[in-house]
């Protein structure tokens, strides 16, 4: 029901910017969380951002603080990415909650999250 499609990757040099979009669609629920997760080739999946729908709180790991910001603008949620490092590369993804607005970012996160979009590449060269 619910979909969301990613968009605005490409391949940008370290210190370079970049900002993501996800489309989001079909909710049918007023509670729910947006997030932002990433996977390098080899690695596991982690957790980048995340926004509720609430209050638009915004949750980050440690690792983007300062440099990511996410926002959202009415169906459409953002992640605003500055001073990219080469450790930044990955695949790209936003996922969804319903029925509950709190975001988790770590551990075993993925049956949190009921919709998963497809992607968006990220490349930082150095």
């Known amino acids: 029901e619910v979909q969301l499609v990613e968009s605005g990757g490409g391949l940008v040099q370290a210190g370079g910017s970049l900002r993501l979009s996800c489309a989001a669609s079909g909710f049918t629920v007023d509670e729910y969380a947006i997030g932002w997760f990433r996977q390098a080739p080899g690695k596991e999946r982690e957790g980048v951002a995340c926004?509720?729908?609430?209050?638009?709180s915004t949750t980050y790991v440690d690792s983007v603080k300062g440099r990511f910001t996410i926002s959202s603008d009415n169906a459409t949620v953002y992640l605003q990415m500055n001073s990219l490092k080469p450790g930044d590369t990955a695949v790209y993804y936003c996922?969804?909650?319903?029925?509950?607005?709190?975001?988790?970012?770590?551990?075993?996160?993925?049956?949190?999250?009921?919709?998963w979009g497809q992607g968006t590449q990220v490349t930082v060269s150095s």
């Open positions: 996922a969804s909650t319903e029925g509950s607005d709190w975001c988790i970012l770590t551990g075993d996160f993925s049956p949190w999250y009921d919709s």
């Open positions: 926004i509720s729908s609430s209050d638009g």
